[in-house]
């Protein structure tokens, strides 16, 4: 894997002005809009951010750390480019489950490995009866259906006819994929 292959994200949570968030100050405010597009590729990112900021790298990390404790920013991680890495059959699994289980059931599809996205949406009846969604990539459509395919019986092994039915969208091309950007 190469630099052109990952990035580094900063997924910001809530906005400050969202009723009952916390409010951030401005060298927060500093840090995540130098960070939200991702970090340096280098041994020592943080510095580089510091030294953008005029601050030291010591202050980047203290302050990332308290935004990450309360809420501030949801996660820090590598973003590979699952094109480049070879995964280029990406399909959205739609599934219409049973209201009554459908908590559990987006948890349980949600802890497999396979799964990068797994959401929870309304229907759209009669055209549109599916409230489960869960992204799986493979290296092929073939590989991405097994995998939809191992979501359906664990669907219907832990949930046994609560799934009604479910479909696969695939995913033609990247169009824009970039987490939440605050402005400046």
Same mark, same amino acid.
Request: with cysteine; aromatic share 6%.
């Given at each position: 894997?190469?630099?052109?292959?990952?990035?580094?994200?900063?997924?910001?949570?809530?906005?400050?002005?969202?009723?009952?968030?916390?409010?951030?100050?401005?060298?927060?405010?500093?840090?995540?809009?130098?960070?939200?597009?991702?970090?340096?590729?280098?041994?020592?990112?943080?510095?580089?951010?510091?030294?953008?900021?005029?601050?030291?790298?010591?202050?980047?990390?203290?302050?990332?750390?308290?935004?990450?404790?309360?809420?501030?920013?949801?996660?820090?991680?590598?973003?590979?480019?699952?094109?480049?890495?070879?995964?280029?059959?990406?399909?959205?699994?739609?599934?219409? #489950?049973?209201? &009554?289980?459908?908590? *559990? %059931?987006?948890? =349980? $599809? @949600?802890?497999? !490995?396979?799964?990068?996205?797994?959401?929870?949406?309304?229907?759209?009846?009669?055209?549109?009866?599916?409230?489960?969604?869960?992204? #799986?990539?493979? &290296?092929?459509?073939? *590989? %991405?259906?097994? =995998? $939809? @395919?191992?979501? !359906?019986?664990?669907?219907?092994?832990?949930?046994?006819?609560?799934?009604?039915?479910?479909?696969?969208?695939?995913?033609?091309?990247?169009?824009?994929?970039?987490?939440?950007?605050?402005?400046?």
């Amino acid at each position: 894997m190469n630099a052109s292959d990952l990035s580094i994200l900063i997924a910001a949570g809530t906005e400050a002005t969202a009723p009952g968030a916390l409010a951030t100050d401005e060298l927060d405010r500093r840090i995540v809009l130098a960070t939200q597009g991702g970090l340096p590729l280098a041994p020592r990112p943080y510095a580089l951010v510091a030294a953008r900021l005029g601050i030291n790298e010591d202050q980047v990390r203290a302050r990332l750390t308290a935004m990450l404790a309360d809420g501030r920013i949801r996660r820090i991680g590598a973003v590979p480019n699952h094109y480049a890495i070879g995964y280029t059959a990406n399909g959205m699994s739609v599934w219409d #489950v049973d209201d &009554a289980v459908i908590d *559990a %059931a987006g948890e =349980r $599809v @949600g802890a497999l !490995a396979f799964v990068t996205h797994c959401y929870r949406r309304p229907r759209h009846l009669p055209d549109w009866p599916y409230n489960l969604f869960a992204m #799986v990539h493979a &290296a092929s459509r073939e *590989a %991405a259906l097994a =995998r $939809v @395919g191992e979501i !359906a019986a664990l669907l219907e092994r832990d949930f046994g006819g609560a799934c009604r039915g479910h479909d696969v969208l695939f995913s033609a091309g990247i169009l824009k994929k970039t987490g939440l950007r605050i402005g400046a």
